[in-house]
């Protein structure tokens, strides 16, 4: 599959809104109907007033920096900063910076190579896969999916877990039909039996991970033989999958790729056992099975003025992007693979305090 101007199939319809080049993304695919093209990625600098909120970080961590819970753009190593960093000036002997060179030249190349040789051996893609490198953000593949594997008077089916899902669902509904096989209420995930996927589905699309809600799933949904599609944006490379059940997997970059994941289940575990031990102070409005290791979210129900609080104190402690999404509210942590357990402790220690100090 080959997304991206002047790889549309033959015929298709323009994308009714198109999103600016600049968010990257990877896309895993069956064989192509198109040969893949690795087109130059433009670089969008998402500047962010974060630092403001956080004026001088007490969290003991290196150059001063802050444990930042954003769902993304997410934390990232410090090594891999420091990394880019004395690469910017001369990228191994090149005499240029990665944004300097050409985008067909060898030395861009082998940087891509890498990047594909390592992505192929951490999620151990099968050769008959293809992986891409593509512009847009996950939302690009909203459209492109239903664009490129389906027509017009075809069905495609979506299970609607949460925001992206229902997102992604919306948007099909411009190039096909879609079959909301299954709604979940944002908590939990419908029961398998109770879903009604259609017999003739182009394919099955679902999201692994709901990043707003905070609903995983854990394992690949059983859809009988039909293609599956994954977006999963934010929990990709925080566990091992099964590539080969997958028609697709797809997932912006921005969250938890490049990181090596260690010590996830006991990051998401330290916050829902703060949560658990407040004695009500707090509630995670997910169901247990199937809470996210990824995006803790998580409210204080018996006096909602009080979250501002603790998002304008645990700011000013040097922890920061604890505001849950505008279209839900409470709290929310994201605590990807970069995200040292440092922060997650610190965080589960202040949650704590500020349940003693308000507690009635
Ligand atoms: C699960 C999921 N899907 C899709 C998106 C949209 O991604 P992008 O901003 O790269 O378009 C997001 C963004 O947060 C997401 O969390």
């Known amino acids: 599959m080959c997304i991206g101007s002047g790889c549309r199939p033959p015929g298709a319809p323009r994308p009714a809104r198109r999103r600016s080049p600049g968010r990257r993304q990877f896309a895993v ?42 769902a993304g753009p997410a934390v990232l190593p410090v090594e891999v900063l420091e990394q880019a960093q004395a690469d910017l000036l001369n990228w191994r002997g090149s005499g ?61 089916d979506y299970i609607v877990t949460g925001s992206w899902s229902k997102k992604a669902a919306s948007e ?51 859809v009988g033989g039909k293609v599956l599609i994954a977006d999963m944006s934010s929990n990709f490379l925080s566990k091992p999958v099964d590539v080969s059940k997958y028609g697709i997997i797809y997932a912006g970059a921005q969250k938890n790729i490049g990181p090596a994941g260690v010590t996830i289940v006991i990051k998401a575990k330290v916050l829902y056992d703060a949560i658990a031990g407040s004695n009500g102070f707090y509630n995670s409005p997910v169901d247990p099975a199937v809470r996210s290791l990824m995006n803790v979210p998580f409210t204080i129900p018996s006096n909602p003025d009080l979250e501002k609080e603790f998002i304008a104190q645990a700011a ?45």
């Open 29 to 70: 695919t069956q064989p192509a109907r198109t040969s893949p093209s690795v087109a130059p990625c433009s670089l969008q600098l998402a500047v962010r007033a974060v630092a403001a909120e956080a004026a001088s970080s007490t969290t003991g961590q290196p150059h001063g920096r802050v444990f930042n819970f954003s």
């Open 96 to 156: 240029m910076s990665v944004m300097e060179m050409s985008h067909r030249g060898k030395e861009f190349q082998s940087i891509i190579d890498a990047a594909e040789a390592d992505l192929r051996a951490l999620l151990s893609i099968p050769d008959n896969y293809h992986v891409l490198f593509m512009q847009g953000g996950a939302s690009t593949q909203f459209s492109a999916i239903p664009l490129n594997l389906a027509g017009e008077g075809d069905t495609v």
């Open 172 to 222: 099909a509904k411009k190039y096909c039909k879609v079959n909301v096989a299954a709604t979940g209420d944002n908590k939990s995930i419908p029961a398998r039996d109770s879903w009604n996927l259609s017999a003739d589905a182009k394919y099955v699309h679902y999201c692994d991970n709901e990043t707003i809600q905070g609903v995983e799933f854990k394992g690949a949904p059983d």
């Open 316 to 360: 000013k402690q040097g922890m920061i992007q604890l505001k849950g999404h505008r279209s839900v509210g409470g709290m929310r942590a994201s605590i990807y693979n970069s995200m040292p357990l440092d922060g997650v402790q610190q965080l589960a220690a202040f949650m704590q305090k500020f349940a003693a100090q308000h507690a009635k």
